[in-house]
């Protein structure tokens, strides 16, 4: 109840009632249909595409049907992250949220904010009576967290609008004229295994921050993947024999959470080595990671195990491959220009695979930081593929739509908006390739934390986003 008293009520009623419904990327079914049954409560054009896009038209209100026709997007999925101790089916449940200060939070999960307060805000402007706006087009789009299958499925034909208002930015601060592409690459492999039954090393890493694989790449959060490699790494020395890995999740998040089970020849000396290596991890991440929880035990354990050669040679492509910033932006000063997540790696019953999600804003970049990983995966002997891939979207400072929305900001906050490209995957690149002649920016209220349990959304904020949006509404420009 207390979020449905928070102005501006039409946006948090809109939020709440998305967030009722379950939306996981790929899993869209549910909420493509509140969106569709929402839009035909209204006696909007409504309808669904062959990919799952809900497009919704809205005629022009009195005075305004000599204006371009705009597109408000906005992607329906939500990233799906939880706490360890989180009991929670993102499948079956909707969103549990509360009110802390000017935050709204999640209780143990991520909140969905993004790209939720986007769609609500677009439902808001569509069911609203009061406040003028030129002829709309609402693109509500699918799976953009995983694979932008949305965008990508997009028809060209499909969309009338000449300006494109995605709102998909998490900083009320910016005006985005620009993002990063990406390609997912993915290793695999399939070894002989042997049983094992005994004492084994567990190695269990917990309570890392996470985040945004591209807007969080930048502040060197520490990454599950990369810290039991290191453990791992130290053990190549005792023969060490690989029983099993579970460590991280979405290609789209930074890895909070890891477990690795393996055996070497002497525990007592590999006991030592790994004592002095987290005592040296938990020095270089104690100004960041302060809840980074490491735990370093012998268990009983019945696993498949996987030879000391073939343990040794994962361990090393896994060591090899990059992670982090790969280089920042010559010509943008503090952006990132590419990247690369060791979002997740599976070992189980000899069966392995490593994921990962490569951005870059240059598309020569992008290949080659793939293609680096794909040279460490193969000297593993790994099968590497990539797949999803999508490309950047080149910034045009001197858009029309773009001055626009640099002025009223300025006559509206009293200071200049930061005009920024980001390290994330906007659909506006995707979009952009369908409709090369649109033009398009993108804003937002302020998110912190987004793809983790930390998600939260600034009150605030939104409503400055709000004011900020009926104000660009009035003044888009003539046809």
């Keep these: 109840m207390d979020l449905l008293n928070l102005e501006p009520k039409a946006i948090w009623k809109n939020f709440s009632a998305l967030n009722s419904v379950p939306r996981p990327s790929k899993k869209e079914e549910k909420v493509i249909a509140f969106i569709k049954s929402f839009g035909e409560s209204l006696n909007l054009d409504t309808y669904v595409d062959k990919t799952g896009n809900v497009i919704i038209r809205k005629p022009a209100t009195p005075g305004m049907e000599d204006r371009k026709m705009i597109v408000l997007q906005s992607h329906l999925d939500m990233v799906c992250q939880k706490n360890n101790d989180t009991v929670f089916d993102f499948e079956t449940q909707g969103i549990e949220m509360y009110v802390d200060g000017d935050w709204v939070r999640a209780k143990g999960t991520t909140l969905g904010a993004d790209n939720g307060l986007g769609v609500a805000t677009i439902m808001s402007i569509l069911e609203s009576n009061d406040i003028p706006h030129p002829a709309l087009e609402a693109l509500f789009t699918i799976d953009e967290e995983t694979g932008m299958t949305g965008a990508f499925g997009l028809e060209e034909g499909t969309l009338q609008g000449e300006i494109l208002l995605n709102l998909d930015t998490e900083e009320d601060d910016e005006i985005d004229i620009g993002c990063a592409g990406g390609v997912d690459v993915s290793a695999y492999h399939s070894y002989a295994t042997q049983s094992f039954t005994g004492k084994a090393i567990c190695v269990s890493i917990k309570g890392l921050k996470g985040g945004h694989s591209g807007m969080d790449i930048?502040?060197?959060?520490?990454?599950?993947?990369?810290?039991?490699?290191?453990?791992?790494?130290?053990?190549?020395?005792?023969?060490?024999?690989?029983?099993?890995i579970q460590s991280g999740g979405l290609r789209n998040a930074i890895p909070r959470e890891g477990t690795a089970y393996f055996t070497v020849n002497n525990s007592a000396e590999y006991l030592k080595l790994a004592e002095v290596l987290k005592s040296e991890i938990l020095n270089e991440y104690k100004s960041i990671e302060k809840e980074i929880n490491i735990n370093i035990s012998e268990v009983e354990t019945e696993q498949n195990a996987i030879s000391i050669e073939d343990s040794a040679s994962l361990i090393k492509s896994l060591k090899a491959a990059h992670n982090g910033v790969y280089r920042m932006s010559p010509d943008v000063e503090g952006l990132v220009e590419a990247s690369n997540n060791i979002a997740k790696v599976v070992l189980d019953n000899g069966e392995l695979k490593i994921l990962n999600l490569t951005r870059s804003s240059v598309e020569s970049t992008k290949m080659e930081v793939a293609e680096q990983l794909r040279a460490a995966f193969e000297l593993g002997g790994m099968r590497v593929k990539f797949t999803g891939s999508y490309p950047g979207w080149q910034p045009n400072p001197h858009s029309e739509i773009v001055e626009i929305l640099e002025n009223i900001y300025t006559r509206k906050f009293g200071d200049k908006p930061n005009v920024v490209a980001c390290h994330a995957g906007l659909e506006c690149g995707l979009i952009g390739a369908h409709y090369p002649k649109m033009e398009m920016v993108s804003f937002g209220p302020t998110i912190k934390g987004a793809h983790s349990p930390e998600e939260r959304a600034s009150i605030a904020s939104t409503q400055k986003f709000w004011s900020f949006l009926q104000d660009i509404l009035k003044e888009i420009p003539k046809k």
């Design 218 to 244: 930048i502040k060197g959060r520490g990454n599950a993947n990369v810290l039991l490699s290191r453990f791992l790494f130290v053990g190549l020395s005792q023969q060490l024999q690989l029983l099993s």
